[in-house]
């Protein structure tokens, strides 16, 4: 149909030109499911200007999670990799849960490491709260947090 040659004629434009294939495609594209906020009293609250957690239509987007304890809005003392990863994956359930979600319906993880040699450790209790549930996930390391 005219319809499928135009879309088709844009596409091969995409590799081009980027706003050709914004205006051939901006008449096709639905519109954005709403947005709503979602927060959880058991992780930290955002410490800047976002939300812990998006629900846009049947997805929820999660804000990075840090290790801080919800209550104190401090890091586990002694510093721990172990023990903070664990609060990591602590908050991001109550967010999840929060949104009606679980961790059983995450479909991909990106974790930031300070250090590689970090990476076991964290690994171990990754597992451990996903259990038989494998996301796809993505592992950096970044010089600062």
């Not at 709403?34 to 957690?53: F, T």
Request: aromatic fraction near 8%; proline fraction near 6%; glycine fraction near 6%.
């Amino acid at each position: 149909t005219a319809g499928d040659q135009t879309s088709s004629k844009c596409w091969e434009h995409s590799r081009v030109a980027f706003p050709l294939a914004h205006h051939c495609f901006s008449r096709s594209i639905a519109p954005l499911p709403s947005c709503v906020s979602s927060a959880s009293k058991d992780a930290p609250k955002a410490i800047g200007p976002y939300s812990q957690a998006i629900i846009a239509g049947d997805t929820v987007y999660v804000s990075g999670c840090l290790g801080l304890d919800p209550v104190t809005m401090q890091f586990p003392t002694p510093r721990d990799v172990g023990a903070e990863t664990k609060m990591v994956m602590r908050n991001m359930s109550a967010e999840l849960e929060a949104a009606g979600a679980s961790l059983q319906s995450v479909a991909k993880c990106t974790i930031l490491l300070s250090d590689m040699a970090h990476f076991l450790a964290v690994n171990e209790v990754y597992a451990s709260f996903f259990g038989e549930h494998r996301p796809a996930r993505s592992t950096f390391a970044v010089r600062e947090l």
